[in-house]
């Protein structure tokens, strides 16, 4: 029986070789055809049969389901090492095989990159043997030919600023409780405290790009963040609320519009170079909780986003960054809620809400 050291020696070699060559060796194909069917291939409920089995079988039996567990916990362990693993370690070999000192031994080696022959290559094997649907392979490929995460123009240069949503519009748009937490915004809360009021508010503003159809960035200044964050990010509402609770008494007091009093950290939500803005960010909103605090519309919008096309692509069904958020540390805690949907159902969404600021719509 070969050493650990030994057959890790193998395996490193094979990576090598698989990273210089950028391929499958032709010589390898039938062979890695064979071993992704043992890890991949779904398996079958056993038809029962009055004729007595062979001890071969068995045997073959067991060894297949031996080599398939042990193939899937290396790619636990190492998706990079994966193929070359299975290239080298053959099934017989996977009986004896102690998957404890592989950990305890592995070192990790990296990406190795392969040609999209490879991967087509990849892709035509499972059809064949129909695993391409299986979760853990197409987690597999997602891992050594990551796509790549679609950036918009709303966050870079070319596109449409658009400000002084009108307050009925967005009731209507996002609901009554994001609408109500925009009503404790630090623009409105202001606005308010100075005798100022209007069916216009900068607590809205939407970013639109011009020059292609990607996704469009809405950004809502809210109150009552924590209370929010509790609802779309449960399990960093509960962290947040730790931190806080154990540094409440090194937190500023705030006056009635928001803007932190004294020194430390935190500050209102308007531009300040003398204020240090210290704030939370938290990414990964839970899907099921998007449709309890917005409206139809913009679960739609999300829905039709390409980052949560791309996200499901990714198999993150249960999370997702359409929806992202800054609470300040200080109190009251404001926030800013980030949304990003679909180009056409950004549109859409601006012509109602910022309809009556211009003479013309998008």
């Not at 055809?33 to 009055?50: D, M, N, V, Y």
């Not at 966050?155 to 404790?184: K, M």
Request: proline share 4%; aromatic share 10%.
């Amino acid at each position: 029986m070969r050493s650990t050291q030994s057959i890790l020696d193998l395996i490193y070699k094979t990576w090598t070789n698989l990273n210089s060559s950028q391929t499958i060796p032709e010589g390898s194909i039938e062979l890695l055809e064979e071993r992704l069917a043992i890890a991949f291939k779904p398996i079958l409920t056993e038809q029962h049969s009055t004729s007595r089995r062979q001890n071969r079988d068995y045997v073959a039996q067991h060894r297949w389901k031996r080599a398939r567990q042990i193939y899937l916990e290396v790619l636990q362990t190492d998706p990079d090492i994966f193929l070359p693993f299975i290239l080298s370690v053959s099934p017989r070999s996977c009986s004896s095989f102690d998957i404890s000192n592989f950990r305890e031994h592995h070192q990790k080696k990296g990406r190795h990159f392969l040609h999209n022959n490879a991967q087509s290559l990849l892709w035509n094997i499972a059809r064949k043997h129909d695993f391409d649907k299986a979760t853990r392979f197409i987690q597999f490929m997602r891992t050594i030919y990551p796509l790549s995460r679609p950036t918009t123009e709303a966050e870079g240069e070319q596109h449409y600023s658009l400000y002084l949503s009108n307050i009925t519009a967005i009731r209507n748009s996002f609901g009554n409780i994001v609408s109500d937490a925009i009503e404790h915004s630090p623009s409105r809360t202001t606005a308010r405290a100075n005798g100022y009021y209007s069916e216009k508010t900068e607590s809205v503003w939407t970013k639109i790009p011009y020059e292609c159809s990607e996704d469009t960035i809405i950004s809502l200044e809210v109150g009552s963040a924590i209370e929010l964050a509790d609802v779309l990010f449960p399990t960093a509402a509960r962290r947040i609320a730790s931190v806080l609770s154990a540094n409440s008494s090194t937190m500023p007091q705030t006056n009635s519009s928001g803007i932190a009093s004294g020194s430390g950290t935190g500050g209102s939500l308007a531009a300040s170079p003398e204020i240090d803005f210290a704030y939370f960010t938290l990414r990964g909103a839970s899907v099921s909780a998007i449709a309890s605090v917005f409206g139809s519309d913009i679960c739609e919008g999300i829905k039709d986003s390409e980052l949560r096309n791309w996200e499901r692509e990714q198999l993150l069904v249960d999370t997702t960054d359409c929806v992202t958020m800054q609470i300040w540390r200080a109190q009251p805690h404001h926030g800013i809620i980030r949304l990003r949907i679909g180009f056409y159902a950004g549109v859409n969404l601006a012509n109602r809400l910022y309809a009556e600021s211009s003479q013309d719509s998008i």
